[in-house]
C-alpha cells in the first residue's frame, strides 16, 4: 500500500496521478462547469453549482439589502480563491511546505455604464460596466527563500484560470428563455 505523503493538506501523489492521467489522454484534461441562478427578490440571488449555494445581494448603497456579497465582490473572491487553490497545490508538488497564505484583492468599477448613463468627459469614467482593473497583493509565509516563492508566485498568476479568464476575451453566450 502507497503511503500519503500530504504537503499543505494535500495529497500529493493524489496530485500527481490526476497530472499524469491528463498527460496520457488530454480529453480527460476537457472539463465543464455548471452554475444556475435564482432570483429570490429584490436583489437577492441564490447562486448553486454542484451541491454548494450562495447568495448574492448589493449593499444598502446600491438599493440592496446588504445580506450577502454583490457578484463583483464575488469574481474578486474566486480570484482569490483560485490564487490561493494555485499556491497550495503548486507549492505541493514542489515539496514546498506553506505556513499562511493571504491575499487582498480589490477591483475598480464605475458605476455610469452600469445605470446606463453617460458619465461627463471630465470624470474619465468609462462607459462599460465592469472592472477597469484588479489588483491582488499576495503576501505568503512558507519554509523557503523569496526567490523560490518569486518562481512559485509567477507559476500560479500564469496558470490561474479565473485569473486569466478575466484578462482576455471570453466568448460570452446569454440566451432568453420566455417561459
Known amino acids: 500500500m502507497a503511503v500519503m505523503t500530504a504537503v499543505n493538506g494535500l495529497d500529493t501523489g493524489k496530485l500527481m ?19 444556475s441562478t435564482t432570483w429570490k427578490g ?29 457578484p463583483v465582490e464575488m469574481v474578486l473572491q474566486a480570484y482569490g480563491a483560485c490564487l490561493s487553490i494555485g499556491y497550495a497545490m503548486n507549492a505541493a ?6 505556513d499562511d497564505i493571504r491575499i487582498d484583492l480589490e477591483g475598480e468599477i464605475d458605476l455610469p455604464g452600469f445605470l446606463g448613463l ?5 470624470l474619465h469614467m468609462d462607459k462599460l460596466p ?25 507559476h500560479v498568476v500564469g496558470t490561474s484560470p479565473v485569473g ?12 432568453l428563455e420566455v417561459w
Open 130 to 154: 465592469g472592472f477597469k482593473t484588479i489588483t491582488a497583493k499576495v503576501k505568503i509565509k512558507a519554509d523557503v527563500d523569496a526567490k523560490t516563492l518569486q518562481d512559485l508566485h509567477k
Open 42 to 70: 429584490g436583489f437577492k440571488v441564490e447562486t448553486c453549482s454542484r451541491e454548494f449555494t450562495l447568495t448574492a445581494d448589493e449593499p444598502e448603497m446600491l438599493c440592496g439589502t446588504n445580506t450577502a456579497a454583490n
Open 164 to 175: 486569466l479568464t478575466l484578462s482576455r476575451p471570453v466568448k460570452v453566450e446569454a440566451a
Open 93 to 98: 508538488v514542489r515539496g514546498i511546505k506553506l
Open 17 to 35: 496521478k490526476v497530472v499524469e492521467t491528463v498527460k496520457q489522454n488530454w480529453e480527460t484534461g476537457r472539463t465543464v462547469w455548471k452554475a
Open 118 to 122: 453617460e458619465p461627463p468627459e471630465k
